[in-house]
């Protein structure tokens, strides 16, 4: 088959879309099908050698005003699925969607939560979590966008979800149970890498790496640092919420405890999650970072 993978998030990014697309199409080229990828991970961030990947991929800019980046996108993958057999999408359903069926091809989206949440929860629209977020009735924008993710999902061939938990909040959506596939996080063999120094003088180093938005609580953690004695974090990300914890961590006194690597490739990312003592975060971060210490563990 001729699959294209659409993915809002590809490396140098990191987080766990990062992870598994390029494992997947990798995978997927094992098994005897032709793979392209089409992304909205910045180009502008060098280092990007793509002919490192056994397929090709094909990168927009995030930087293009909305209404022509969205536009813009979805023509690129329109060219691409009229090539291809079936589309498998990770984020940008929308434009995923509208070019699927522009194409007459059937689309596979990966759903690893409410897009409709995280962008209201990104622009400040609403502080609700994702269960309040379920039920609760908003305003005309708000709504209209929710109405726009139920249209995208029910347009799916097959829904895959990362837990059953989230099965059910989609089901709650209009999406037929038949449609949703459960296939939990995994995480891919790791090699071991030498633990990389940490600038931070704590006993105790707490590490997270995730994109810096909101819905990731990363406050949280920094709030919950300023509670504990001895005990810094390292944050290894970037994003929209970069400025907001930078200004959090000055007006708590923790600029000697709080650490920002800023943007890193996986091999950094993982030195560094090997020179700290506890991983926190999301649960693939935790995965990686827990599989990479016990490797180590076993290697002395």
């Not at 057999?85 to 522009?102: K, M, P």
């Not at 990363?218 to 005990?231: C, N, P, T």
């Not at 943007?263 to 999301?282: F, H, I």
Request: hydrophobic share 40%.
């Amino acid at each position: 088959m001729k699959i294209l993978v659409v993915t809002g998030i590809f490396p140098p990014d990191i987080g766990g879309p990062a992870t598994y697309i390029p494992e997947i199409a990798k995978a997927l080229l094992e098994r005897g099908h032709e793979v392209h990828v089409v992304t909205t991970s910045e180009p502008e961030w060098l280092d990007l050698e793509d002919n490192e990947h056994p397929f090709p991929v094909f990168r927009m800019n995030r930087r293009l005003p909305l209404a022509w980046r969205s536009f813009h996108f979805a023509r690129t993958i329109l060219h691409h699925a009229k090539k291809a057999d079936v589309v498998l999408a990770n984020g940008v359903f929308l434009e995923a969607t509208l070019a699927s069926w522009l194409a007459a091809k059937s689309i596979v989206q990966k759903i690893v939560g409410d897009p409709t949440w995280e962008r209201a929860r990104n622009r400040g629209w609403t502080q609700d979590n994702f269960e309040t977020f379920q039920d609760k009735q908003y305003g005309l924008t708000i709504e209209a966008l929710k109405r726009v993710t139920t249209f995208v999902a029910g347009r799916a061939k097959k829904i895959i979800v990362p837990s059953r938990y989230l099965s059910s909040w989609v089901g709650k959506w209009g999406i037929p149970e038949s449609k949703i596939v459960v296939i939990y996080n995994s995480v891919q063999s790791l090699d071991l890498v030498d633990p990389a120094p940490i600038p931070l003088a704590c006993s105790v180093k707490l590490v997270t790496a995730c994109r810096l938005v909101s819905w990731k609580r990363v406050d949280s953690i920094i709030q919950a640092i300023g509670q504990l004695d001895d005990v810094g974090l390292l944050i290894c990300g970037d994003g929209p919420d970069r400025k907001r914890l930078d200004m959090l961590t000055r007006d708590l006194g923790l600029t000697d405890r709080i650490y920002f690597a800023g943007q890193r490739n996986r091999k950094d990312t993982l030195a560094l999650m090997s020179g700290c003592d506890l991983p926190v975060g999301t649960p693939m971060e935790n995965i990686e970072a827990m599989m990479n210490t016990v490797k180590e563990y076993r290697s002395n």
